[in-house]
C-alpha cells in the first residue's frame, strides 16, 4: 500500500478551557475522498486547520504528503489546495482578477481561465465576486484552491448554505476530482454528501475519532438494516412493547409515533401493525427507509445538537 497522503497521530489542541482535539488519530490515503464528520464543536475545523498550517497544534504528529509542516511548509504550500468554511474574497474585483491573483502564488498550475473552466465559471469572467450568488462564489473559491493543481484538496464544508441545484453542482465537480486522482479531505454536516462523495470517513465526537471504515461498513456495524418510522396522530404509542418486537434494535419516540430501527423489515412491519391493533391505535402514516450514514450518526453521536 502506497504511504498515507495524509496521517495524523495522537493529535492535541486546547483553546483556554475547552478541548477542541483530543489525541485525534487519522490516515488518508492517496486518491480517495475521505471524509471528517462530527457534531458542531466536534473539533472537525480545528483539525482541518491544523493539517492546512493554519493552526499550530499542542503535541501530536501530522504528515502531509510525507511532509511535515516544521520543516516543509514551502513546499506543501506549493502542493495543496485549500476551500476554508467561509472564504473572503474581494467584492470589487472581478471573477478573472481574483484567479489571477491566486494564480499569481504558485509556480505551476492552471491558468486563471483554465480554473474558471474547471468550476464553469466563464459567463462570469468579468462580473463582481460581489455579484456573484452564493454557489457561485463557492464554485469560485473551488477555483482558487485548484490554480496550484494541488496533490491533496481540503474542502472545509464546502456546501453548507447551498440550495440543492449549487450543492449538486459542487458535488459533480468534487466526483471529477477524485476521478483526476485527488485527494481530498472533505467535512461535511451533510450525511447523504459523505455517503455520496467519500470512500471512507470518520465520525468524530468531543475531539476523538469514534468510527472510521466505509460508509457500508458503518451502517453494517450497528446492526440496523431498515429505518421504520410509525405515526399514530395523537395516540402516544407503548414503546416497551414496540422493543419487544421481533427483529426491532432500538425504539425512540417521535412526534406523533415513533422511530425504530430494526434488522428484520419484513417480520417487524407485520408485528407494528398488530401491536397498533393491540394498543387501539390508529395508523396514519408509516414509512421506512434503509439505514444510512445518518442514522450512523444519530446512533454514535445523539441526537442533541451540540455548539462549540
Same mark, same amino acid.
Given at each position: 500500500?502506497?504511504?498515507?497522503? #495524509?496521517?495524523?497521530?495522537? #493529535?492535541?489542541?486546547?483553546?483556554?478551557?475547552?478541548?477542541?482535539?483530543?489525541?485525534?488519530?487519522?490516515?488518508?490515503?492517496?486518491?480517495?475522498?475521505?471524509?471528517? #464528520?462530527?457534531?458542531?464543536?466536534?473539533?472537525?475545523?480545528?483539525?482541518?486547520?491544523?493539517?492546512?498550517?493554519?493552526?499550530?497544534?499542542?503535541?501530536?504528529?501530522?504528515?502531509?504528503?510525507?511532509?511535515?509542516?516544521?520543516?516543509?511548509?514551502?513546499?506543501?504550500?506549493? /502542493?495543496?489546495?485549500?476551500?476554508?468554511?467561509?472564504? +473572503?474574497?474581494?467584492?470589487?474585483? =472581478?471573477?478573472?482578477?481574483?484567479?489571477?491573483? $491566486? *494564480?499569481? $502564488?504558485?509556480?505551476?498550475?492552471?491558468?486563471?481561465?483554465?480554473?474558471?473552466?474547471?468550476? +464553469?465559471?466563464?459567463?462570469?469572467?468579468?462580473?463582481?465576486?460581489?455579484?456573484?450568488?452564493?454557489?457561485?462564489? +463557492?464554485?469560485?473559491?473551488?477555483?482558487?484552491?485548484?490554480?496550484?493543481?494541488?496533490?491533496?484538496?481540503?474542502?472545509?464544508?464546502?456546501?453548507?448554505?447551498?440550495?440543492?441545484?449549487? /450543492?449538486?453542482?459542487?458535488?459533480?465537480?468534487?466526483?471529477?476530482?477524485?476521478?483526476?486522482?485527488?485527494?481530498?479531505?472533505?467535512? =461535511?454536516?451533510?450525511?447523504?454528501?459523505?455517503? +455520496?462523495?467519500?470512500?471512507?470517513?470518520?465520525?468524530?465526537?468531543?475531539?476523538?475519532?469514534?468510527?472510521?471504515?466505509?460508509?457500508?461498513?458503518?451502517?453494517?456495524?450497528?446492526?440496523?438494516?431498515?429505518?421504520?418510522?410509525?405515526?399514530?396522530?395523537?395516540?402516544?404509542?407503548?414503546?416497551? /412493547?414496540?422493543?419487544?418486537?421481533?427483529?426491532?434494535?432500538?425504539?425512540?419516540?417521535?412526534?406523533?409515533?415513533?422511530?425504530?430501527?430494526?434488522?428484520?423489515?419484513?417480520?417487524?412491519?407485520?408485528?407494528?401493525?398488530?401491536?397498533?391493533?393491540?394498543?387501539?391505535?390508529?395508523?396514519?402514516?408509516?414509512?421506512?427507509?434503509?439505514?444510512?450514514?445518518?442514522?450512523?450518526?444519530?446512533?454514535?453521536?445523539? *441526537?442533541?445538537?451540540?455548539?462549540?
Amino acid at each position: 500500500m502506497p504511504p498515507a497522503a #495524509l496521517r495524523v497521530s495522537n #493529535l492535541k489542541k486546547t483553546y483556554k478551557d475547552v478541548v477542541a482535539v483530543n489525541g485525534l488519530d487519522l490516515e488518508v490515503f492517496p486518491g480517495e475522498c475521505f471524509g471528517l #464528520l462530527g457534531p458542531n464543536g466536534a473539533g472537525k475545523t480545528t483539525t482541518i486547520e491544523i493539517c492546512e498550517g493554519l493552526t499550530e497544534p499542542d503535541s501530536g504528529i501530522v504528515e502531509v504528503l510525507g511532509l511535515r509542516w516544521e520543516t516543509d511548509s514551502k513546499e506543501l504550500r506549493e /502542493r495543496l489546495g485549500i476551500q476554508l468554511q467561509e472564504t +473572503q474574497l474581494s467584492d470589487k474585483i =472581478t471573477v478573472l482578477e481574483t484567479l489571477q491573483l $491566486f *494564480r499569481s $502564488f504558485f509556480r505551476q498550475g492552471p491558468s486563471a481561465e483554465d480554473a474558471m473552466g474547471l468550476v +464553469q465559471l466563464q459567463e462570469k469572467r468579468d462580473a463582481r465576486v460581489g455579484n456573484l450568488s452564493g454557489g457561485q462564489k +463557492q464554485r469560485l473559491a473551488l477555483a482558487c484552491a485548484l490554480v496550484g493543481n494541488p496533490d491533496l484538496l481540503f474542502l472545509d464544508e464546502p456546501t453548507t448554505g447551498l440550495d440543492p441545484q449549487a /450543492r449538486r453542482q459542487l458535488w459533480d465537480l468534487i466526483t471529477q476530482f477524485k476521478k483526476d486522482g485527488r485527494t481530498i479531505l472533505l467535512t =461535511t454536516h451533510y450525511m447523504d454528501e459523505a455517503q +455520496q462523495l467519500c470512500e471512507r470517513v470518520a465520525i468524530v465526537d468531543h475531539g476523538k475519532a469514534i468510527a472510521r471504515g466505509t460508509p457500508r461498513e458503518l451502517i453494517t456495524s450497528i446492526g440496523v438494516e431498515h429505518v421504520i418510522e410509525v405515526s399514530t396522530g395523537s395516540g402516544a404509542v407503548d414503546l416497551e /412493547r414496540f422493543r419487544s418486537l421481533p427483529g426491532v434494535r432500538s425504539v425512540d419516540r417521535i412526534e406523533g409515533g415513533a422511530q425504530l430501527q430494526v434488522s428484520e423489515l419484513h417480520s417487524t412491519v407485520p408485528a407494528i401493525l398488530a401491536e397498533l391493533t393491540h394498543q387501539n391505535l390508529p395508523l396514519t402514516e408509516l414509512r421506512t427507509h434503509s439505514a444510512t450514514l445518518e442514522d450512523v450518526f444519530v446512533a454514535l453521536t445523539g *441526537r442533541h445538537l451540540r455548539d462549540a
